[in-house]
């Protein structure tokens, strides 16, 4: 079973809109990254944030991490038609396993 | 920049057939993975290392092997094939952070289609 699950499945928006998405993962964690994949390609590392961090920024990037709840979230702020891509969360586990859900399809549309 | 080249961006073989994924890392990285993607379910962990010559089981290995023999290199073989391992392959690797484990760097993949 995935231990990230991302939520929506699929995300549209409009330039210039903020875009959330979140994860909930099962077990305990030592970290949880988020990755982007445009379509076809290899995934590229968004950012980490550890266990005991509850919020990360990188650029127009933000990350909240709720160990309590088992949650995280991504929020892109002013979105770029580039930015259309998925987006997964990755649960670094206790014992070495880096997990990954299903992840969340954006559109950014013009 | 760290570099993960995988062997082959596209492959077709037959079932039954011997398959290696090649996976190159040029960053002196401990661990290295190989993962599945398929449509909707995301990435699964098929195998992974944390140093030469040792591997360990991810989610899914049945039906997998893999071999590190060198640091830099860390290969997946699939004795036989069968159509239900049709997919996109991706191999990464990554630094150990202190209790964790780092960014994971992504070849392109390998998108495998079994006849």
Not at chain 1, 77 to 90: G, H, N
Not at chain 2, 61 to 84: C, D, Q
Request: charged share 25%; with cysteine; hydrophobic share 30%.
């Amino acid at each position: 079973s995935q231990q990230g699950e991302e939520d929506p499945q699929a995300l549209s928006i409009q330039e210039g809109e903020n875009a959330t998405m979140n994860c909930s993962y099962k077990t305990s964690i030592n970290n949880l990254q988020w990755y982007r994949q445009n379509s076809g390609r290899g995934l590229v590392h968004l950012i980490l944030i550890r266990s005991n961090e509850r919020e990360k920024h990188s650029g127009r990037l933000r990350v909240t991490l709720d160990t309590s709840k088992k949650s995280s979230s991504l929020l892109i702020t002013a979105s770029r038609a580039a930015d259309t891509a998925s987006y997964f969360c990755a649960t670094d586990l206790l014992g070495g396993k880096l997990q990954f859900g299903a992840g969340t399809q954006v559109v950014v549309t013009p | 920049d760290v570099k993960v080249t995988q062997s082959s961006r596209y492959l077709v073989k037959r079932t039954g057939e011997k398959v290696f994924l090649e996976c190159v890392q040029d960053m002196d990285h401990e661990n290295m993975f190989w993962y599945r993607q398929d449509p909707g379910l995301g990435l699964r962990l098929i195998y992974f290392s944390y140093d030469v010559k040792m591997k360990e089981k991810g989610d899914i290995p049945e039906g997998y092997s893999v071999s590190r023999e060198k640091k830099e290199r860390f290969s997946l073989i699939l004795e036989s094939a069968s159509t239900n391992q049709t997919s996109m392959y991706l191999c990464a690797s990554s630094f150990s952070l202190a209790g964790g484990t780092g960014e994971l760097f992504f070849g392109e993949g390998s998108r495998l289609t079994v006849l």
